[in-house]
């Protein structure tokens, strides 16, 4: 009897618990500051918090509503990540970001199931973009078919044009996350006549003596790296070791930060990768964190992450989050959002370079307008250089567009076979 | 006191022989089943199902399996994650391959798949025991991996390597993809863990588990009066292997809908069985279940206990969880080296006793 009471008691508690004492906006953070990947997680994880805590400690939250952050640790596992979901779905959760192209894979059809929006921003199922198939997935601003195609153009930049007979070679995270771009740098591999050879690397991406060996071996001419967590630091260090040219040794966005290349020392010198945001902290917006946020002891994490590139990166997602849900109030009139509402504000949202100087970030990403047809955003993607000597990164050229039509073709073609697998019919009018 | 068998006569030898000789024991099982089958089913909602209920009975089903090989017939895998793997991708292949065949026929099939490459796998420990089988199984593991990342066949030359589940439905209501009701997966999921945990136990205490056994104890002894090594430990192997391969294919189906076969069912799913059946108890199809709720669940509650009501930061939660588990694992196999089951057993000698011990 005893047993029952205290169970009523606890069961109470918990449904007292789950009713939102007072109007907030709830975002969900699954973010990992354990594990393998805790180096990538943890700076992305503080920097989506900073920001949410500086939109409530300077304009008292979105239109006068608070934000309330629910942290969940996945350790970028997809298990967890479900059970994260499923645990904070319930409190009223308007947006997920996952920071996990496994657990997006899983929660695109439960969030769409369920109507909650999924922004998974330069991560994620590229195809995904086409916003006739996948409602409530997002991937704005760029994919990594996007990724995939600057960087070849790059590549063609320096090499005056003509790939026909190059070799490039992908070192890739052995994962949904790490096969993402094949298809593209395949297609590409035909339209410019270079060759693809591809090595793949297990979880979690420590061991990967024999890969740096084949290539020391094979000497492409480029190297492509699509790695995550301490995959990528070995990747590096690895590549100093063989003496590779560095500047012909190129990541994706997930492959960039500091991190990754500080523990090569001077030896990551002139390591390259494609960047879809502004680096450092040379920004208006970090004066008022400073004033709002850090100096108040809010900051999230042990504070020593403000300007790295994972943390900029972040803090961008929280900034298209939070410009969301305002564009969301705008749209419904209602200052409390549901999801549906969120979802439809994501899918208005457009951020120009005057709304970016206002924000205190100009020229921080390139200009996002997104439709009911294209969730993927403009694609733009930079080329940002790492500096051992001085330890920052470098945007070296200007935002570059990505090959549309090849890339377009593909994202038809695999949210298609998504639509007929699943029987989606085609919204957006057509 | 209130556990005795005081006045419960046995008149057949069929009575004297069943699983729960106790009267108690029966009301509580049977009592138990209803419950799970009669009330869970309204009360579920898609957290108690997604993540708890299901997983629990997932990897139920998988360390039944392994019990059944490594428990019963002393042979010891370090391949369950792989096996896992080859029930997903056949439930995966199909799917897509015979969209209209039912779903309880595909997970029953992937079993049978997996048995057939589970004795080719078994073949090897006909000559090699101990460690340097665990060795063959674990290569096992990593080949099975290597052929389903390595061979776009097995997951239909979809871009991401990813095999995702479509919807199937029993009796028109959907049990997997995401529109499913949390409460027909779990009932088909509880439906099959129950009948194939029945399976196990009866088959454990015929014949076919006596052979397994006597190979576990003493193989050449067992030769000697007449098992042949080779019917058993190749049955064990298939039938461990069936059980396994289903239990993958409810990973795959029900529980998830989307996997790719390095994060899901890598050499830590191995362990994890493994695990699951050396805490739990080795020999015992109770000790699957107790180990697979001591590794799927507490981590859960840790979780809910210390984010949930203490308000702890997420990553100071996941390491004391880490260590909070692996503390209590050492405790128990310390305390009870034969595992839970044989905890649970002494509780009940004792409960038969109280109050006045011997």
Redesign the interface.
């Known amino acids: 009897m005893k047993l029952v009471r205290i169970a009523m008691v606890a069961a109470a508690a918990l449904m007292m618990g789950a009713a939102p004492a007072l109007a907030e906006l709830v975002f969900p953070s699954l973010s990992y500051r354990t594990g393998p990947y805790a180096p990538n997680g943890i700076p992305f994880a503080d920097g989506y918090a900073d920001y949410m805590t500086l939109i409530n400690e300077r304009d008292g939250g979105i239109g006068g509503v608070k934000i309330k952050l629910l942290e969940c640790e996945t350790g970028y596992n997809t298990e967890k990540g479900v059970e994260c979901y499923e645990s904070t779905k319930g409190e009223g959760a308007l947006l997920y970001q996952p920071l996990s192209t496994g657990i997006t894979y899983q929660l695109i059809p439960k969030g769409t199931a369920d109507g909650i929006p999924i922004h998974s921003m330069g991560y994620g199922r590229t195809s995904a973009a086409n916003g006739k198939v996948f409602s409530h997935v997002f991937n704005y601003p760029g994919t990594y078919w996007d990724a995939a195609s600057i960087i070849v153009k790059h590549i063609l930049d320096q090499e005056g044009g003509d790939l026909s007979g190059k070799t490039i070679a992908l070192v890739y995270h052995n994962s949904a996350y790490g096969k993402e771009p094949i298809r593209t740098l395949e297609e590409l591999a035909k339209k410019h006549g270079y060759k693809l050879t591809l090595l793949p690397v297990d979880h979690p991406g420590q061991e990967q003596k024999s890969t740096w060996l084949q290539i020391r071996r094979d000497r492409p001419d480029y190297v492509l790296l699509w790695g995550w967590g301490v995959m990528n630091q070995v990747a590096v260090q690895e590549a100093v070791n063989i003496r590779y040219p560095m500047d012909h040794f190129i990541g994706v966005w997930w492959s960039a930060s500091e991190h990754d290349v500080l523990p090569a020392g001077a030896g990551a010198d002139g390591y390259k990768a494609i960047a879809f945001h502004g680096v450092g902290k040379d920004f208006p917006i970090y004066d008022d964190l400073k004033t709002h946020v850090y100096d108040k002891g809010l900051a999230a994490g042990d504070g020593s992450n403000p300007g790295t590139v994972l943390y900029n990166r972040g803090m961008y997602a929280a900034i298209l989050a939070v410009e969301a849900a305002r564009k969301a109030q705008e749209l419904s009139g209602a200052k409390d959002l549901t999801p549906a509402q969120m979802r439809d504000g994501m899918e208005a949202l457009e951020i120009d370079a005057a709304r970016m100087k206002e924000l205190g970030i100009p020229d921080y990403g390139p200009e996002i307008k997104v439709t009911c047809e294209n969730h993927g955003g403009p694609g733009l993607g930079a080329i940002q250089q790492w500096d051992a000597n001085a330890k920052e990164w470098k945007l070296i050229t200007d935002f570059i567009a990505a090959d549309r039509p090849v890339v377009d073709e593909l994202i038809m073609e695999d949210s298609m076979a998504y639509a007929k697998e699943n029987n989606i019919s085609m919204r957006c009018g057509t | 006191m209130f556990y005795r068998e005081a006045g419960d006569f046995k008149t057949s030898y069929r009575s004297d022989q069943q699983t729960f000789p106790i009267k108690l024991d029966r009301v509580l099982f049977w009592s138990l089943i209803a419950f799970a089958f009669v009330v869970v089913p309204f009360l579920i909602?898609?957290?108690w199902e997604?993540?708890i209920l299901i997983?629990f009975l997932v990897w139920s089903m998988a360390a039944l399996g392994l019990n059944i090989l490594t428990g019963y017939c002393g042979q010891v895998s370090l391949g369950t994650g792989g096996f896992m793997a080859v029930g997903a991708y056949a439930a995966y292949k199909l799917m897509t391959a015979f969209p209209e065949l039912n779903i309880v026929f595909v997970i029953i099939l992937s079993g049978g798949v997996t048995a057939m490459v589970g004795v080719l796998f078994g073949l090897p420990s006909l000559r090699i025991k101990g460690f340097y089988l665990a060795v063959a199984t674990l290569a096992a593991q990593f080949f099975l991996i290597w052929v389903f990342?390595k061979f776009p066949w097995f997951y239909n030359y979809s871009?991401?390597?990813?095999i995702?589940a479509?919807?199937r439905t029993i009796f028109g209501i959907a049990v997997t993809?995401?529109?499913a009701p949390p409460w027909a997966t779990y009932l088909l999921c509880l439906s099959l863990v129950f009948v194939f945990a029945w399976a196990a136990r009866n088959l454990t205490r015929g014949r076919v588990g006596r052979s397994w056994m006597a190979i576990r104890d003493m193989d050449i002894a067992a030769e000697i009066i007449g098992v042949e090594p080779l019917k058993a430990k190749l049955s064990a192997f298939a039938v461990s292997s069936f059980y396994v391969g289903v239990a993958g294919a409810m990973y795959f189906t029900i529980w998830?809908?989307?996997?790719?076969p390095?994060?899901?069912f890598?050499i830590n799913q191995s362990f994890r069985a493994l695990f699951m059946v050396i805490i739990g108890g080795l020999g015992s199809i109770f000790g699957s279940f107790a180990g697979a709720a001591f590794l799927v669940l507490l981590p859960?509650l840790f979780?809910?206990v210390m984010?949930?009501q203490f308000g702890w930061?997420?990553?100071l939660?996941?390491?004391i969880e880490?260590m909070l588990v692996g503390a209590l694992i050492i405790f128990f196999l310390i305390v009870e080296p034969h595992g839970l089951a044989r905890l649970w057993q002494i509780a009940k000698e004792k409960l038969r006793l109280w109050p006045f011990p011997h």
């Open positions: 909602n898609d957290y997604k993540s997983p990342n871009a991401s390597g990813q995702t479509p919807e993809g995401p529109s998830f809908g989307a996997v790719e390095t994060e899901a890598g859960v979780k809910n984010v949930g930061p997420t990553d939660a996941t390491h880490i």
